[in-house]
């Protein structure tokens, strides 16, 4: 995934004055200003806004028949994460993983992948749009990620979740240290009836390409919004301070923080 391909989203905008903008002056440009960028941001603010007036907080996205489940499915991103610890668990068939809650909840807890899938699960067909422009119909087993909120407890100050993950990405310089994947959403779409943490893909047990041992769904956003390999999930009142401060690993690289669809 390459910083240039924006989120598709932006080139809509036209109503709002921007398209012109970006036509003339060029994404890179526009996004390197502090008048792009708080155009950029308004944008990204009307997209929510908009999506949270036509859908309630329960309206689904759009569930396929199986016949419909796309015969090939690309694992884009991380396919195969190098991380010593994340090998360890993988070698072992994530026997020993725990995937760890915690943040600003009243009951922190850690929970085996044997213990999620005791939960309650959602099976859903949906569509995988991703903002490079392929778009793929799949199959997931999960369990809600509601499940674990309710569990742990949230405090009052909590705004949002988030996620991080085993493998890391590319670094800008030699002397810096590969940032870990990292994504958040709010508790709107943390409670969404389809946002699950998936441990199985066609029925099958979530492989390696795709993220095992479990990865997010929340089927209302892009694809870069379902992060993979998940390590941890925190809940928290602000992501300012959370690494590059834009909410997600691509968000901080000039995304949209929300990716709604």
């Known amino acids: 995934m390459k910083r240039k391909n924006l989120d598709r989203r932006r080139f809509l905008l036209g109503g709002l004055g921007l398209g012109g903008a970006l036509a003339l002056g060029g994404c890179g440009r526009l996004a390197a200003s502090r008048t792009g ?58 026997a020993d993983y725990r995937l760890k809650v915690g943040g600003l909840v009243t009951t922190p807890f850690e929970i085996s992948l044997s213990e999620l899938r005791a939960l309650p699960s959602r099976t859903q067909i949906t569509r995988h749009d991703c903002v490079e422009g392929w778009s793929a119909i799949g199959q997931w087993t999960g369990a809600p990620l509601h499940l674990l909120l309710e569990r742990a407890g949230l405090k009052p100050e909590a705004r949002y979740v988030l996620f991080r993950c085993f493998d890391t990405m590319d670094s800008d310089s030699l002397d ?12 709107v779409d943390a409670y969404h009836p389809q946002t699950i943490l998936a441990y ?58 929300y990716a709604g669809i």
């Open 37 to 94: 960028q708080n155009a950029l941001q308004a944008g990204d603010d009307a997209t929510q806004f908009v999506q949270r007036l036509l859908m309630t907080p329960q309206t689904l996205a759009p569930e396929f028949p199986a016949s419909a489940i796309s015969a090939s499915f690309y694992a884009n991103g991380t396919t195969d994460p190098g991380e010593a610890d994340y090998k360890a668990l993988a070698a072992n068939q994530f």
């Open 176 to 187: 810096t240290p590969r940032p870990h994947y990292y994504e958040t959403v709010d508790l």
């Open 200 to 257: 199985d893909m066609g029925g099958a047990a979530l492989g390696v390409p795709h993220g095992a041992p479990l990865r997010l769904r929340v089927e209302r956003q892009l694809g870069y919004k379902m992060p993979k390999y998940l390590k941890s999930i925190e809940v928290i009142d602000s992501f300012a301070a959370v690494d590059g401060g834009k909410g997600g690993y691509w968000e901080d690289q000039g995304y949209d923080w």
